[in-house]
């Protein structure tokens, strides 16, 4: 049976458009969406706004959500190739929200031991959870700034050697 | 003493939270807005530290309109705690009713002054 014209721009549209139900879940989409994102039919029919919010959240496309004064549709999420400039300002945001989570302990911890009294087993333990999330935020650095999403030289990993603390014991 | 739910997917930022309140709160956690709501609906703490982007069917934002457009929850006090730092996410948690907005990264001893201060809680845990 052949298409209508209706549904063959849906389905051939380049913008990914994903249909919310009005319980808030995801009731249909079309092809271009779920390239966007990688994922099938059955992983993505049902899934909640919030879930399409953290998972688009990451991505570099642009994307837009329009409120449908209906009773059976509430909005259309829209995901499709924005400009390049668009791309990296978009990417950088997202790069900044994801290094401010291993920031946020960083900053935190060191704030906690210079102006806190603890023993030296909470002091350990805290300096090993500050080291770990340095590594984190190099990790992430390495990740989101190599040559396939910037068409930049790939850069050499920071932390060459396990973040380790030595034994007491040892320095004898 | 004043309980204080953390909300926060990440441990780590859990942990430091939890280590600023403990000598001022008792405090109680949560990986997820799913879980922590049902916390809220049985325990009832006087205080929210919640983070915004989280796994799960419900954000902090949601989590937090949801708390405040119930008469029976909307005196606690909501923080929320978040690594979006624009303006534009930082009026969405004004429009939600949240009383506080902290960016990542934040002070944790900040964190706690003003849970101090809004809860009315000295710096030994006792009423101030």
């Known amino acids: 049976m052949s298409q209508s014209p209706i549904e063959a721009a849906w389905q051939h549209c380049p913008w990914g458009m994903a249909v919310i139900s009005a319980d808030g879940s995801v009731s ?50 829209f995901l499709g190739d924005a400009s390049g ?3 990296n300002a978009k990417h950088l945001a997202n790069i900044a929200e994801m290094l401010r989570e291993p920031m946020a302990s960083v900053y935190g911890f060191a704030e906690l031991l ?7 087993d909470t002091r350990r333990d ?33 932390l060459p050697t396990p973040l380790t603390q030595p034994d007491p014991g040892e320095s004898r | ?15 430091m939270i939890r280590l600023a309140l403990s000598n001022r709160f008792a405090l109680e956690e949560a990986g997820n807005a799913d879980v922590a709501y049902a916390q809220i609906l049985a325990e009832r ?17 949601q989590l937090c309109e949801r708390i405040k457009r119930d008469r029976a929850l909307a005196l606690m006090h909501v923080v929320l705690i978040t690594a979006c730092g624009q303006i534009e996410d930082q009026e969405l948690g004004r429009a939600v009713g ?24 000295g710096p030994d845990g006792r009423a101030a």
């Open chain 1, 28 to 77: 249909a989409f079309n092809a271009a969406y779920g390239e966007h994102l990688c994922l099938s039919r059955d992983d993505l029919l049902g899934k909640s706004e919030a879930d399409l919010d953290a998972l688009t959240a990451p991505l570099p496309q642009e994307y837009r959500r329009v409120e449908v004064l209906r009773d059976d549709v509430r909005a259309i999420h």
């Open chain 1, 85 to 87: 400039t668009e791309v």
């Open chain 1, 114 to 120: 210079l102006t806190q009294n603890y023993d030296e």
């Open chain 1, 126 to 158: 805290l300096t090993a959870m500050l080291l770990e999330q340095v590594e984190a935020m190099s990790n992430i650095i390495n990740q989101e700034f190599d040559s396939h999403k910037w068409g930049a030289p790939a850069a050499v990993p920071q």
């Open chain 2, 1 to 15: 003493m004043k309980r204080v739910l953390i909300v926060d997917d990440h441990s780590s930022i859990r942990k």
């Open chain 2, 45 to 61: 703490p006087d205080g929210i530290v919640l983070d915004v982007m989280m796994p799960g069917s419900m954000n902090g934002f």
């Open chain 2, 98 to 121: 949240a009383d506080a907005y902290f960016v990542k990264p934040f002070s944790p001893l900040a964190l706690a002054r003003h849970l101090g201060e809004a809860l009315r809680i």
